[in-house]
T-cell receptor
């Protein structure tokens, strides 16, 4: 089965710092889909981005950017000029093309942004 | 209008009881899931359904039984509750399995005492 590793359990930064959350994945499939979700202290899970394995273009959305590199099996997430409201647990997830009803999550990275 | 709604939001019950959590999605999605989030925030898939058909059934005790009366609903029934069942349970739906993003309900915090 596919596997997602988020090695950073917790990260703490001061407001306005840039921070990168790492995600490394393992899959035997050539077709797969990667996702990032945010879970703020209120507890809901909020979808941030989806990428398929054929689209290695990096993405920028405001202060958020994502770097997808198949060569290193990584899909890292950078927050530029972090804000206190970015404090949350961030999850990376992966589903494989051949069994695509099975979305697996990494263990999550807890980001704390201090004022 | 809430896209994925689950009830109840909080559930406190005694060991040995049977309880159900209901989930409904109004997005017209074909796939629905149940995930369990433990105290360390780890999200583990339990079940996935596609058009009312069970697709994924992870290593979950058979005290947990999902039921999908139609593709908009996926309920979770738990028999003989144990202390270790305490967790947050999330229902989710997606348009096309794992190809598309999943939308999550607000979660049900189950506490077994």
């Amino acid at each position: 089965a596919q596997k997602v590793t988020q090695a950073q359990t917790e990260i703490s930064v001061v407001e306005k710092e840039d921070v990168t959350l790492d995600c490394v994945y393992e899959t035997r499939d050539t077709t797969y889909y990667l996702f990032w979700y945010k879970q703020p202290p209120s507890g809901e899970l909020v979808f941030l981005i989806r990428r398929n394995s054929f689209d290695e273009q990096n993405e920028i959305s405001g202060r958020y950017s994502w770097n997808f590199q198949k060569s290193t099996s990584s899909f890292n997430f950078t927050i530029t000029a972090s804000q206190v409201v970015d404090s949350a647990v961030y999850f990376c997830a992966l589903s494989e093309g051949y069994n695509n009803n099975d979305m697996r999550f990494g263990a999550g990275t807890r980001l704390t942004v201090k004022p | 209008d809430t896209a994925v709604s689950q009830t109840p939001k909080y559930l406190v019950t005694q060991m040995g009881n049977d309880k159900s959590i209901k989930c409904e999605q109004n997005l017209g999605h074909d796939t629905m899931y149940w995930y369990k989030q433990d105290s360390k925030k780890f999200l583990k898939i339990m079940f996935s359904y596609n058009n009312k058909e069970l697709i994924i059934n992870e290593t979950v005790p058979n005290r947990f039984s999902p039921k999908s009366p139609d593709k908009a609903h996926l309920n979770l029934h738990i028999n003989s509750l144990e202390l270790g069942d305490s967790a947050v349970y999330f229902c989710a739906s997606s348009q096309e399995g794992g190809i598309t993003e999943a939308f999550f309900g607000q979660g049900t915090r189950l506490t077994v005492v």
